[in-house]
């Protein structure tokens, strides 16, 4: 399928290292946000939400972190794996719009 | 169950033409919104339906329409392409629309590319 990672930041690991992708927010007042992970040829795929009330939020080898100081979201994978290579994106809601804005990406590239 | 199916997956047309774009959203869902994702970029929000009543709309011109039918089944419209309109069209379905206060997790489906000569 078609890539949708040309010019993006990319992130190289070794298959069973952490990785830790890391997104800058546009807008305080966003109150939801979400990680999206999303392969060639396919359309996004929901990894893990997080509301702006919390600071952590752990799932199955993925936790997210927020911190609503510096505006920064970060999605870190444990032992990470081939299947996980992947164009990867943050998403913001801002607070009274029922619209998502996505950020520009990041690639995940997983050596075995 | 199925997921959010698209059609056409890919389609070329040239510049001043029209194109129609169709989303099937995941059964029992009443949202529906539309993404346009340039090559290299994230998805950009273009509307939103839910209940057949437009919910949202992002910042793309009027040559952009949609609608959404009593099925909750939509249909994306470009009109007088240019060669930027060239992208991956995303459809997403939800159980209820972003800005309520459950939580809306998007379904996407694969797309539709089209491009632009």
């Known amino acids: 399928g078609e890539s949708v990672g040309l010019h993006l930041p990319t992130l190289s690991v070794q298959e069973g290292d952490n990785s830790i992708i890391n997104c800058a927010y546009s807008n305080s007042a966003s109150d939801y946000f979400i990680w999206y992970k999303q392969e060639s040829g396919k359309g996004p795929q929901f990894i893990i939400d997080?509301?702006?009330?919390?600071d952590k939020r752990q799932g199955q080898r993925v936790t997210v972190l927020l911190n609503k100081t510096v505006k920064h979201l970060s999605l870190q994978i444990a032992a990470t794996q081939p299947g996980d290579s992947a164009v990867y994106f943050c998403a913001e809601r801002a607070r009274r719009y029922s619209t998502l804005t996505f950020g520009k990406g990041t690639m995940l590239l997983v050596s075995p | 169950d199925a997921g959010v199916t698209q059609s056409p997956t890919h389609l070329i047309k040239t510049r001043g033409q029209q194109v129609t774009l169709r989303c099937s959203p995941i059964s029992g869902h009443k949202s529906v919104s539309w993404y346009q994702q340039v090559l290299g970029q994230g998805p950009q929000f273009i509307f939103q339906?839910?209940?057949?009543?437009?919910?949202g709309r992002g910042n793309f011109p009027d040559r952009f329409s949609a609608r959404q039918f009593p099925n909750y089944s939509s249909e994306l419209n470009v009109n007088a392409l240019l060669l930027g309109d060239s992208a991956l069209y995303l459809c997403a379905s939800s159980l209820s629309p972003l800005g309520t206060a459950n939580t809306g997790e998007l379904f996407f489906g694969e797309g539709s590319r089209l491009t632009v000569l």
């Open positions: 339906y839910y209940e057949k009543e437009e919910r």
């Open positions: 997080i509301r702006s009330n919390m």
